[in-house]
């Protein structure tokens, strides 16, 4: 067994520390492979296009965006694999990510308008 890396920033599985975990081939098809990149807060520019990289398991609903999830469960496939147009969508490892979209009064620019108003008050403080 080859030793693999979530490449999620944040992330902090691996094949050694946590072996049970499942580990996903990020697609090397550009389009999905820069969504996937996108997704979890990564700069598909940092990664090289022909480069072997994983997601964990903790990034999708493995169930649902697995294609042969019970086969592979019982056996009967040495290799999982994912579903057609399938992204990961869980990032619970990324901390700020979870404060953003856990606290349901903020909208989604509300981030900017928050940094807008800290950069005016300090230009302010400085003049």
């Known amino acids: 067994m080859s030793y693999k890396w979530c490449a999620v920033p944040q992330c902090e599985n691996t094949s050694i520390k946590t072996p ?11 389009k ?18 022909n480069s072997h990289i994983y997601f964990c398991e903790d ?15 019982m056996g009967f496939s040495q290799r999982i694999l994912v579903k057609d147009d399938v992204v990961p969508s869980k990032f619970d490892c990324q901390i700020s990510r979870l404060k953003r979209t856990n606290d349901k009064n903020l ?6 308008k928050r940094h807008k108003k800290t950069s005016n008050r300090m230009t302010k403080k400085l003049v």
Not at 63 to 71: E, T
């Open 107 to 112: 909208s989604p620019t509300s981030d900017i």
């Open 59 to 73: 990034h999708f609903n493995i169930a649902k965006d697995m294609a042969n999830y019970s086969q592979y469960k």
């Open 20 to 30: 049970e975990k499942l580990f996903v081939n990020v697609p090397r098809q550009s």
């Open 32 to 49: 999905m492979r820069k969504k996937w990149l996108q997704m979890a807060g990564r700069d598909p520019k940092d990664v090289k296009s």
